[in-house]
């Protein structure tokens, strides 16, 4: 597969791979290996950018910035445009998501369609942001007075992005960062940077103005080299929580979002319909080779059903097909990298040796660690205290909810929880005690849809995407108030 030059109109294959005032140009920093993450095979070579690089890019979208913003009908227009050349380019789309990700073509192309809908959401929300009237004359001695807000962007954005979402979850920080009016620069994962090379490319052709959007690649030290810049007035994070904290503390006064890790939680109670629950926790948990926030790792299970829940189960996932994702029949592919794999494969072990059963799963083979189904954990395995972002989910028995909720509350973590329930009575109990981001009632933690708030609280972090709350995190108020 001719991979770079079905990317990106030959700009992998010629080097130009930072996109910065509007031009394509050389990276002269550290070089990074894409990898076929099954066949751990170079499919393309990118280079980064340096310190110097890093600053003539902020300089080029600080100045765009300074100019003046398209006008919000056309930041819509824009985007609009955009959605409608991701439709038409849906297959090529996939493909390049495809190739460096190691998802399935199924999970390429679900990224693809979500990112049209953020796209299409963006542009509505660009034409939407407004300000609101303020009372003046509601105060003592104002009578007269007339005031108003108006909702302006910050400036320069910088979104720094994980592997796991290559597309749709930096379309959900570009498109509403450029619908609020600012120039954002886009740094992807080294692992799966020619989607945001790609997405960037269609954002120009649907007429992105010059440096209204950049693309910066690197590492970790690249990213800090940004952030360092003050002009940068808000860093978009989704991320590991790690990392989280490293760029919040650079960070200081300017605002950020941070979307990070977590142990996904879903809940299945003794009322639940397990034809309804136990093929949604199987496909979350597996998905993308569990490589998502919200994928579910821990399903505590009514302890009434847990043997008849574990035995269905396990039954199910034993007939998940994992493998080659260019398979078409492959559900589970291969993790990022190896050594990701190799992580997973020790967390098992680990967990085995401390008592744990396996009751499905099998040894590593490369980069793919098989769907893998445990039981008779405790809080001690790494697989139950940290997230594993993997193929792996592990169940536990509970009495009471009040136990259930004390389980999900007692991690560091509240991104997401599913609860499978037909009382409303306790549907609510859940809602109303789980320190959590969402909860999904009769769907796994996986559940999201692009339009509602997205994000965490406690350490899977702050602020919410979905475009019409990240642009308004991306803004602020301006009062303008006036005596006649
Ligand atoms: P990561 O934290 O290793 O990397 C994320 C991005 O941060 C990459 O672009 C990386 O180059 C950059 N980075 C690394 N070190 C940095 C530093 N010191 N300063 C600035 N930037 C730096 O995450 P990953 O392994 O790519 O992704 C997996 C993680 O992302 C998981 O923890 C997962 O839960 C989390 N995630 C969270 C959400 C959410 O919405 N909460 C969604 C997807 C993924």
């Known amino acids: 597969m001719d991979v770079q030059a079905m990317t990106t109109k030959g700009l992998l294959q010629n080097g130009l791979t930072l996109l910065s005032g509007g031009r394509w140009i050389e990276g002269e920093g550290g070089k990074s290996v894409v990898l076929d993450k099954f066949r751990l095979e170079p499919i393309a070579e990118a280079r980064g950018a340096t310190p110097q690089q890093v600053a003539a890019m902020i300089d080029a979208a600080h100045a765009a910035f300074k100019a003046g913003a398209p006008s919000p009908y056309e930041r819509g227009a824009i985007l609009d445009r955009a959605a409608r050349i991701i439709e038409e380019k849906a297959e090529e789309v996939a493909r390049v998501v495809q190739a460096e990700s190691g998802f399935t073509a199924n999970d390429a192309h679900g990224e693809v369609s979500r990112c049209i809908q953020t796209m299409k959401l963006s542009a509505e929300e660009a034409r939407r942001l407004r300000g609101e009237v303020v009372p003046l004359s509601g105060a003592p001695g104002q009578d007269g007075r007339v005031a108003f807000t108006m909702r302006v962007p910050l400036g320069v954005v910088l979104a720094i992005t994980p592997f796991n979402s290559p597309l749709n979850t930096v379309a959900h920080k570009l498109a509403p960062a450029f619908a609020a009016g600012n120039a954002v620069i886009a740094k992807p994962s080294s692992a799966t940077p020619m989607t945001t090379v790609k997405l960037a490319e269609i954002l120009i052709e649907a007429g992105m103005p010059a440096g209204f959007l950049s ?5 970790g030290a690249i990213a800090q080299a940004a952030i360092e810049d003050e002009r940068v007035r808000f860093i978009a994070f989704t ?20 979307e990070l890790g977590s142990i996904a939680f879903t809940v299945v109670c003794d009322d639940a319909d397990f034809n309804l629950a136990l093929p949604k926790i199987v496909g979350a948990s597996y998905r993308k080779a569990g490589q998502v926030c919200t994928s579910v790792q821990m399903a505590l299970i009514h302890a009434s059903r847990f043997d008849e829940a574990a035995e269905k189960l396990a039954e199910r996932v034993r007939a998940v097909p994992y493998g080659d994702p260019a398979n078409p029949d492959t559900y589970t592919g291969p993790l990022i990298n190896e050594d990701e794999a190799k992580r997973v494969a020790d967390w098992i072990d680990e967990a085995i040796a401390m008592g744990a059963a396996r009751l499905v799963g099998g040894p590593r083979e490369g980069a793919v660690v098989p769907p893998t189904l445990l039981t008779n954990v ?10 594993i972002f993997g193929p792996v989910l592990c169940l536990q028995p509970f009495e009471t909810e009040e136990e259930a909720i004390e389980r999900v509350n007692s991690t560091p973590f509240g991104l997401a929880t599913g609860v499978f329930t037909n009382s409303l009575d306790r549907a609510f109990g859940f809602a109303r005690k789980l320190e959590v981001g969402g909860v999904h009632i009769n769907e796994t933690s996986s559940s999201r849809v692009d339009l509602m708030p997205y994000g965490g609280s406690k350490d899977s972090g702050f602020g919410r995407e979905g475009p019409y709350y990240a642009v308004h995190e991306m803004t602020e108020d301006r009062i303008i108030t006036f005596t006649a």
């Not at 693309?215 to 590492?219: F, I, M, S, T």
């Open 215 to 219: 693309v910066l690649l690197g590492g």
């Open 378 to 387: 405790t809080p001690e395995m790494k697989v139950c205290s940290e997230e």
């Open 239 to 258: 991320g590991s929580t790690g990392v989280g904290r490293k760029i919040q503390q650079a960070a200081g006064l300017r605002r950020t979002q941070m």
